[in-house]
């Protein structure tokens, strides 16, 4: 997601494009104001996030990635669950997935780590509500949450703190499927769970109609290019979202003043 906000050009058919399009201009390259945020809990992939971020500030873009750090509630450390394949590691998450499949792990081992958690929160108001944005100017702040079932637990802690209220566009991505559930039970628990969330966030009182809150949601997990070779991939089930997402407009936006 990070390189095809950055490097739009390398990704011609990812359905966010248009997105970033739309609301950041298609002159990202020369807009110094723009900046993003990251964070990546998976110590495989910290080598190849810490070089794109030592390269992006070659170019004079902002980004900063805090590998072997997951998204929370709380600050401190939190226990990781990965697998000693990288090809396995698409799905690794803060909550072992119960109902993996000897066909999809074959020999991979699933290890546990500790890595550091952030209270996605706090570092919201700390850090990006916070920040000094010159009179006049609107600004417009996107957070993708993609956090392999941990939803369940951080994005009730990130409306109830009110950090959400300032997101302009959030895009989400629910884990209820037979890979993510212990049995039937768990997953009306949790589909019961979202869509509770979902009146929250994007329903009729928004927020409980919280007086500036400027939250929009979408159900959008880009994974097109998922090897990042330069090779458009998408697994068949995604692509159909995709294609939908791609027929119906960009949901609209509320800047923010500031």
């Known amino acids: 997601m990070l390189r095809k906000l950055f490097e739009p050009e390398l990704y011609p058919r990812a359905p966010v494009v248009r ?4 609301l950041f201009g298609r002159a990202r390259a020369t807009d110094r104001s723009l900046c993003a945020f990251g964070f990546e809990p998976n110590p495989p992939l910290e080598g190849r996030l810490v070089a794109l971020e030592q390269a992006y500030a070659k170019r004079g873009w902002s980004l900063r990635i805090f590998t072997r ?5 709380r600050d401190g450390d939190i226990a990781f669950h990965y ?4 090809d396995l590691n698409v799905g690794s998450s803060i909550r072992p997935r119960p109902n993996r499949s000897r066909a999809e792990v074959g020999d991979g081992r699933q290890l546990r780590t500790t890595v550091r958690s952030i209270d996605l929160a706090r570092f919201l108001v700390e850090h990006v509500h916070a920040r000094r944005i010159p009179f ?3 600004s417009t702040v996107v957070v993708k949450l993609d956090v392999e079932g941990h939803e369940y637990v951080l994005l009730p802690h990130l409306i109830a703190s009110g950090a959400l209220c300032r997101v302009n566009l959030l ?3 629910f884990h209820s499927g037979t890979r993510f ?4 039970t768990d997953r009306a628990a949790k589909q019961d769970a979202e869509a509770t969330m979902l009146r929250q966030i994007d329903g009729p009182k928004h927020l409980w109609g919280l007086r500036g809150c400027v939250t929009r949601a979408t159900p959008m997990d880009d994974e097109t290019y998922q090897r990042d070779d330069g090779q458009w991939r ?11 997402a791609l027929r119906r407009p960009p949901p609209p936006l509320t800047p923010i003043p500031w």
């Open 136 to 138: 006049g100017a609107t």
């Open 19 to 22: 997105i970033f399009d739309r």
């Open 234 to 244: 998408m697994p068949p089930v995604k692509q159909q979202l995709a294609d939908k």
């Open 181 to 184: 559930v212990k049995n039937e």
């Open 69 to 73: 750090t997951a998204a929370s509630t």
């Open 83 to 86: 697998y000693d394949d990288l």
């Open 171 to 173: 895009f989400y991505e």
